[in-house]
């Protein structure tokens, strides 16, 4: 059945737009119909194999294909350059690679002439040191041609360069890859599309070039009369094979617009790895809880090798950081805190922060980031979409110079035990976001890293394939031998997962601890709210605390402390006690106040009551307990909290 693209509404052109367009057309088609028109198609092999034609068309390839080289060799580094580094004077570089695109092709001429030419700065110099004469010899008309043709592969490539994200070259060399291969094995084959097209380009614009050639190379058979030259003087003499070849020429262009498709104006499916979580074809598995731990049945090894870390962080971070080898880090804090720039300083990636390092008894403070041992699995994995799994996976282990085989054998071994071994052939837009995610770790652990950074491991999944991963993840974790930092905004990650909370806040620790310590007594309200905990600042006075902000409270403790200190009261949502009348009897502290909001958290209900003499309490219970008391939103209730369910933590 031949399906059809529905029409969408409204998609009509209108009037006054599509008679313009069609005429602007017919504007570019008619001369095209012309050529093709006035074409002797009886004498058009006899026209094309003319000798002279075929030297042109020789001389036209071998000057096109060497402008091609020589823009490849001197425009890549341009592209990256402008892409990639910020440097002075960049907008008046970027002016200048895009100015022969818009100068008249002779006053280019005229301008290589004077420059490159016998009495040019240049062309003495040429000369005399090596004996080369630019003008009226075939390096001439390939030096006009790159001129023009150039900027074509700069701008096409430094834009693909630009919509490609760092971080792919970043975890490249956090897996132990030199900038050089970083270059060669990640970057070129990530924007391959980009660099075709503009090779392409560059080639079609150098095959057609004709003014700068004629003006600075002459018009010599043989030695500098391409195609576009010789149409030019066949018009005058013999204006029907004028035609033919300039058929040919046409047929050409069209031929590299036609393998082009839309890559040139960005629609070309750039190398970007897909969503997290599509599938991709009707083969794939989805990423269903069963599915992921049923193959989660690799035995770990031991660590063979221990590392611990030692960190003092100076710059936009201010802290000293110290784990013993094994140690799971969650490191939490609000948005902007400074979580991110700890791993990259820690990754030696950011000018912002800087981390004295040492890793067991090493100092990898001086290393280049591909050097310290030091792996880094950013957000979404950044898997490198040209590589299958397996390919991903022997990333590190080639880097860092294991011979292809050993490498593979490796990796498999690595997606094995994190239970995707079976899929080692896949690329990763073929992977859900759990895979992907393994696949990521089990790259990251194939690289033998001392320390491992996991900047929000999980926050791409959904919440049951989260929790699986999840359980994974602390599974594999308990056979590495270094130190793991992994970044979370969720409450039951850094709890679950970690041996070790550290709490940023403007970029300093304001707490590093373990969690059952961060749970009991959190040291900011943030860190409270985070892990689902009231807290309320405020001043202790003799028998609790008084609360700061508008509300007069007071809050009655078990355990006072000294009287003055600034402090936290920290009560669980479990110990809020919700009525709705005045309890009489045992809570100390009770306020009247609304339900806000109710939201399920797992079998039990959540609630915020909003009151006029207390800040907003979280309070958690039961369906049941919900349904007796009739609650819903708006509802007025008594909130009542025991003194000895009231902690006060100092700050
Ligand atoms: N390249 C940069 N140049 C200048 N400031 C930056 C740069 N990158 C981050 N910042 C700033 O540094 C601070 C810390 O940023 P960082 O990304 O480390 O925070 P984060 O804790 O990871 O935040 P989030 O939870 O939102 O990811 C923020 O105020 C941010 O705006």
Redesign the pocket.
Known sequence: MKLTRPRSPGRRAPLPLAVPAVLAIAFLLLPLVGILARTPWSDLVGNLTDPAVLTALRLSLLVSFSALGLSLLLGVPLAWLLARVDFPGKTLVRSLVLLPMVLPPTVGGVALLLGFGRRGLLGPWLESWFGITLPFHTSGAIVAATFVAMPFLVISLEGTLAGMHPRYEETAASLGANPIRVFFTVTVPMVAPGLAAGAALTWARALGEFGATITFAGNLPGVTQTLPLQVYLLLQDSPEAATSVSLLLLAIAMAVLIALRGRWTGNNGRATSRRRGSAASPADEPATAVGLDEVDTEPLPAPTELWSLHAQVTG?NRLDLDAAPGTTVAVV??????????L?ALLGL?P?SRAVTRLGEDDVTGLPPHRRGVSWVPQDGALFPHLTALGNTAFGPRAQGHPRARAKADAQQWLDRLGVGHLAHRKPGQLSGGQAQRVALARALAARPRLLLLDEPLAALDQTTRAHVRHTLRHHLTGFGGVCLI?T?DPVEAVSLADQVLV?QD?SALQYAPPAEITRTPRSPWVARMLGRNAWPGTATADGLALDGAHPTRLTAAEPLPLGTQALAVVSPEAVSVHREQPTGSPRNQWPGRIAEITPVGSRLRLVITSDQAPDIVAEITPQSAADLGLTEGTPVWAGIKATETTLVPV
């Open positions: 936009f804090g609000p948005n902007g805190s400074g979580k991110t720039t700890l990259r950011t912002r970044v905004h940023l970029g």
